[in-house]
């Protein structure tokens, strides 16, 4: 990595300047001149052009990792390449990013969106470009869960506008930017992963990155595109978007608030300093091989539990394990005093707590980027020292480089409706100790905006909740009856887990049309099927079979599906089939 100068400088009007004195810095904060402050970030590798390469398109060129690929090609071969950043401005991207290039000759950004055929096309043949990085995604995992189809949307038909923009365009060289996390999870036990491994992705995030993937593969062989794919680990530095952990947790620590652990806080993953990924990106542009995948990995290996230990010791917060590489930043907490280890793990659980984990979460990744190191490309930037320039940027910039950024440091942020925010749309549940499940179910977690309540108890007196106790076992030893009944075919329908008396009523009787929508395989759906539109909360698939007959060959059912429109996780539509 490497600054514009020896010293922070800000680049403008094609002039370097030091930084403003402090005096001066709120006045720019305020008028949204930040950028100018900050250092210029880049990568430290250099090549001979490529005769080939002119123009570059950059996707997602205001994002995270694109800008610094931006930032450092515009810098490193100004004689040699036009660099055009392509962005439509996301909730997690700014024109900060790239600012500091707006009077560069050999830079242009054009705001446009990689789902729109018509934007597409046009910054094509605008800028007469050859080569594309296609860096643009919705990443975020946990926001994946909760907007599904807006990762498919941008992940998978955005990228497949771009391929079929880029054939149109005949375009020479498409870098096609994914994720380690394509190949699902890897054990402890398991070797790194080559580049041959077999996809297996696990989060709604990596299995559209995978799809986009096995679309760059078919134009690869269908169309002769000249394509390289790229799957780097965890990317970490400055000018990353605070929802991901190590920003989010140090703009935390900055407020003087806790972080919040998903689960136990055990899984791992490698970190790869921005720097050193914009370094790979260059080598990977220079002397990569067309058709080939290549893993861009780090040896550095982090739990999230270490990883606040160091987060916290780089703040002054605890005292480091080992000593600083360089003098500590002028944090605003006071320097920890020396002490024992009882008192340093009790500071420890008053910054760090922890909420339930994500609906899936990998234990770890692990890549075999030997590939790419035979290209002549290292990583060059310790975590340790990495970290140290991550922190110390975040507490200057952190909190003015975007809008506000309050909601998105809750544990688990939620989009707006068409994914262009995000918004605080529920509260976690913390608590002191590591959440499992088994801990989940016995151990009282509180929410922090439901003391008062917590500290009031229950409204129902002890009787009552003796009887609904016993009213719920009683009811749920019959349901399980019933269905031992009624499953005597062994047919393998998915188990409810609520009482039959507590799920919702079959509709009234009636012939099914022939014409009626396929919702998934042996399950017809009609809009006229005898319900109202309402909500539930119960399990998105809750079978309950009716009171009449069964028959071996063909069972009646309810069931409950999930309205595919509605993202909040309620349920509103419910339709009545037949299972041949």
Request: glycine share 6%; proline share 6%.
């Amino acid at each position: 990595m490497t600054f514009a100068t020896q010293e922070p400088t800000s680049r403008y009007n094609g002039a370097v300047t030091p930084i403003s004195p402090s005096s001066q810095q709120e006045s720019r904060f305020e008028d949204g001149e930040i950028w100018r402050d900050a250092p210029v970030l880049t990568g430290t590798t250099k090549f001979n052009p490529l005769p080939d390469v002119k123009n570059i398109m950059v996707t997602g060129g205001a994002g995270f990792i694109a800008c610094w690929v931006v930032r450092h090609l515009v810098l490193t071969y100004p004689e040699a390449y036009n660099v055009v950043s392509f962005d439509k401005l996301d909730y997690c991207a700014s024109l900060n990013n790239t600012r500091v290039l707006e009077h560069e000759p050999n830079f242009s950004f054009y705001k446009g969106d990689i789902t729109n055929p018509f934007e597409v096309m046009d910054c094509l043949k605008r800028y007469n470009i050859d080569t594309i990085f296609h860096f643009a995604a919705q990443s975020h995992v946990d926001l994946s869960f909760g907007n599904p189809f807006g990762f498919t949307h941008t992940n998978v038909y955005g990228t497949h506008v771009l391929l079929e923009s880029a054939r149109k365009a005949g375009i020479k060289r498409f870098i096609h930017v994914s994720t380690d996390e394509v190949y699902g999870e890897v054990k402890d036990d398991q070797d790194d992963l080559l580049e041959t491994s077999i996809l297996a992705p696990t989060n709604p995030y990596a299995a559209s990155k995978a799809a986009a993937e096995m679309l760059v593969n078919s134009y690869k062989k269908s169309f002769k595109l000249p394509v390289i794919i790229v799957r780097s680990n965890n990317v970490y530095g400055p000018h990353q978007y605070p929802e991901k952990i190590i920003p989010k947790f140090t703009c935390l620590l900055a407020r003087g608030e806790p972080v919040v652990l998903h689960g136990d806080g055990s899984p791992t993953r490698r970190y790869l300093f921005a720097g050193d990924a914009a370094d790979a990106f260059d080598t990977i542009l220079h002397r990569g091989q067309l058709g080939e995948i290549y893993n861009v990995g780090s040896y550095d290996e982090i739990s999230n539990l270490s990883l606040c230990h160091k987060l916290l010791a780089q703040m002054e917060i605890i005292p480091s394990r080992s000593p600083p590489s360089s003098p500590p930043c002028n944090y605003t907490t006071s320097p920890p005093s020396s002490s024992s280890p009882e008192a340093e793990q009790e500071e420890f659980h008053r910054w760090v707590k922890y909420t339930h984990d994500r609906p899936f979460n990998d234990h770890r990744y692990a890549v075999d980027g030997t590939k790419l190191r035979n290209l002549g490309w290292e990583p060059k930037t310790t975590f340790e020292e990495g970290l140290r320039i991550t922190v110390d940027w975040y507490r200057r910039f952190g909190e003015k480089w975007w809008d506000d950024i309050t909601n998105v440091l809750t544990p688990f942020p939620m989009t707006a409706g068409g994914g262009d925010g995000v918004l605080d749309q529920e509260v976690a549940e913390m608590c002191d100790k590591p959440v499992t499940l088994r801990l989940r179910e016995n151990t009282r977690v509180r929410k922090s905006s439901d003391i008062p309540k917590e500290a009031s108890g229950s409204s129902r007196s002890r009787h009552q909740q003796h009887q609904h106790h016993h009213h719920y076992k009683y009811r749920t030893r019959k349901y399980h009856h019933h269905r031992r009944e009624t499953s005597r075919d062994n047919t393998d329908y998915v188990s409810s887990r609520i009482p039959r008396s507590c799920a919702l009523a079959s509709p009234r009787p009636r012939k099914l049309d022939s014409n009626t929508g396929l919702v998934s395989p042996g399950i017809t759906l009609d809009e006229d099927d005898g319900f109202d539109d309402e909500d539930t909360t119960y399990d998105r698939l809750t079978i309950v079979y009716d009171k009449e007959p069964q028959s071996r060959k063909k069972r009646k059912l309810s069931t409950v599906v999930d309205d595919l429109t509605n993202d909040s996780y309620s349920f509103n539509k419910k339709a009545r089939g037949n299972v041949t």
